[in-house]
């Protein structure tokens, strides 16, 4: 360990240069060693793309190392990065800075042949495991350590499909609706759906986990005329409304009972969020969106206000800044896109038709059955076999590479988030996606 005994004599040198300042009553050697702190440098990482003509293309871009806290545990001799840091991020050639108690140097293990200081100017080759060893002033003590980098198998930013199940009797329905399980009475973590054939009989459809079969159960207490896609969960119970403009509730969206409310209304539900239910009903002019917060008592918002064309999907969801939207989409005759109108929930103000903003550049377009659901801070339009996105509350819709549908599914009926995931129905097929950085 010839190298090793440069460093130490390094050691002793600074320690007698220390001394010569020193009286013999001041003179003290320490016994303690440890690191401090690790803050890697900035790293580099290669992107790959593809040129204008579709020819495989890479790029370099730079991840700033400090943003990626190290975390020491001085029980087991171990420094990482909590956080993982980008797929492709070079480990070959780290810096790092490193504050210690002692004398740090490395080596690719400690039966190494040769050791060396480290300074803030090393490149190291964290593709593995490297060993810092701190030397304390007294040159009789040491610390090991093991620094390693964590960095992601995926990229954080894309969203990966996966098959769940095939419920069978779905191909056989004309009409279907997920939605979030109302009760504790079933797997938190999944849907249940409602379903309806060409005869309007419904049913209710559930399963325990992913790999188990899917329950059918008739339901009972709804007309043929009871229609499925309005469908809602609201105040810890399912609600929904016949074609004839009749509301219906469920605590179990088994046994259903018509709901009480003011005669000649008509609504038809669309979304709902934690203070209120909202539906469309028909007036002159045009369309108007009522709410109520007991399904009896419904009120227009904006009062006198009304939107062109029938509502084809709606949502409600909490913005990043913790306002309350409602967004719903329409389209009239033979429009090629959907116009999109938005409201701030609470408060007494004209619908904003989004078709009207300098800003809005990226159409929504009409390809199939519209569902729109909220999801980390962005919209998700599916539409027959398109996935638009919106990171604007809906004015402009996107594709996004990250963000697509899996191969060769047929159109999705219906679409509904919970927790970290989405789900989607696409033929008789459930699938799901998250994130990929939730996985972590």
């Known amino acids: 360990m010839k190298q090793l005994t440069y460093v130490l004599a390094a050691v002793f040198a600074v320690a007698s240069a220390f001394v010569a300042c020193k009286s013999d009553d001041e003179l003290e050697y320490s016994s303690d060693c440890y690191i401090k702190s690790v803050v890697l440098g900035n790293l580099s990482r290669t992107i790959y793309s593809k040129t204008s003509s579709g020819a495989d293309t890479t790029y370099s871009v730079t991840v700033t190392g400090s943003s990626f806290p190290m975390s020491i545990n001085h029980v087991e001799g171990t420094i990482t990065n909590a956080t993982p840091l980008p797929i492709n991020t070079d480990l070959t050639r780290v810096t790092a800075t490193v504050s210690s108690q002692g004398l740090v140097v490395y080596a690719t293990d400690a039966d190494a042949e040769s050791w060396a200081q480290l300074t803030s100017k090393d490149t190291l080759d964290l593709s593995s495991p490297l060993l810092l060893r701190v030397i304390a002033t007294d040159g009789l003590s040491h610390r090991d350590y093991h620094i390693s980098l964590k960095m992601r198998q995926d990229e954080a930013d894309k969203y990966t499909w996966t098959q769940l199940s095939t419920v069978s009797r779905l191909g056989e329905h004309t009409a279907v609706k997920m939605l979030v399980p109302a009760s504790g009475g079933m797997e938190a973590s999944l849907p249940l759906i409602l379903s309806s054939d060409a005869d309007g009989a419904c049913y209710v459809s559930s399963t325990a986990s992913a790999s188990s079969d899917w329950a059918e159960t008739p339901c009972k207490g709804l007309p043929a005329t009871a229609d499925v896609s309005t469908a809602v969960c609201f105040g810890g119970a399912y609600w929904l409304t ?24 008509a609504p038809k539900l669309f979304a709902a969020s934690s203070s209120a239910l909202y539906a469309s009903v028909a007036v002159s002019g045009g369309t108007a969106v009522v709410c109520s917060a007991d399904g009896s008592t419904w009120q227009q918002m904006p009062t006198e206000d009304t939107i062109d064309g029938e509502i084809e999907a709606g949502v409600t969801y909490t913005q990043a800044n913790g306002n309350r939207r409602v967004l719903v989409a329409t389209a009239a005759g033979a429009a090629q896109t959907f116009d999109i109108w938005s409201l701030l929930e609470g408060y007494e103000k004209t619908w904003t038709l989004f078709s009207d903003d300098e800003l809005y550049t990226y159409r929504l377009p009409k390809s199939g059955q519209l569902s729109i659901v909220a999801y980390n801070n962005r919209l998700f339009a599916f539409n027959g076999t398109a996935l638009h996105i919106s990171d604007d509350n809906g004015i402009n819709w996107k594709t996004d590479s990250y963000a697509t549908l899996p191969d060769g599914i047929d159109e999705v009926r219906s679409a509904a988030t919970i927790g970290e995931y989405i789900y989607l129905l696409a033929g008789n097929q459930l699938w799901q996606t998250r994130l990929n950085s939730y996985g972590e």
């Open 242 to 265: 016949s074609t004839d403009g009749h509301l219906y509730t469920s605590a179990d969206a088994v046994e259903w009972d018509e709901e009480p409310q003011t005669e000649g209304l």
